[in-house]
């Protein structure tokens, strides 16, 4: 098993004690939908270290005087952003696979190897041999 931010390892009460909170508080913004931590066979909830670092945010926002339903239009926005960049990030690498590999955007040169393929902008690497091409 892989351990990472999204890893649902902590019960209730390290989280709260981690996000610096009641436990209490925690169920009550479960209940809210402000985060919801995944649930074991034995319905108990376990925290990622991603759901602590939303409840410390939820706590600072809180302390600026943001309401419950505030807090949870942000998070809201925060997450769509977060999807927004990574769909924009898949996009960009999608189209820079089309560009690569349509006709006429190829670059090659001939060396010692043969002929070889290079990226747009990249240039072969010079070596001191002459290489004398005859055709058959």
Aim: with cysteine; glycine share 8%.
């Amino acid at each position: 098993m892989e351990l990472n931010e999204t890893t649902p390892l902590f019960v209730i009460s390290v989280a709260a004690e981690l996000a610096g909170m009641h436990p209490q508080t925690l169920r009550q913004y479960d209940r809210l939908g402000l985060v919801c931590p995944t649930r074991t066979m034995g319905k108990s909830r376990r925290y990622t270290m991603q759901d602590v670092a939303k409840l410390r945010e939820i706590a600072r926002l809180s302390q600026e005087g943001v309401s419950l339903e505030g807090i949870k239009r942000v998070l809201s926005l925060v997450d769509e952003n977060l999807e927004l960049r990574a769909r924009v990030r898949d996009l960009e690498r999608e189209l820079a696979n089309q560009v690569m590999n349509q006709p006429g955007n190829r670059v090659f040169a001939a060396g010692e190897q043969g002929v070889i393929r290079l990226s747009p902008g990249q240039r072969p690497e010079r070596s001191g041999s002459v290489v004398l091409w005859r055709r058959r």
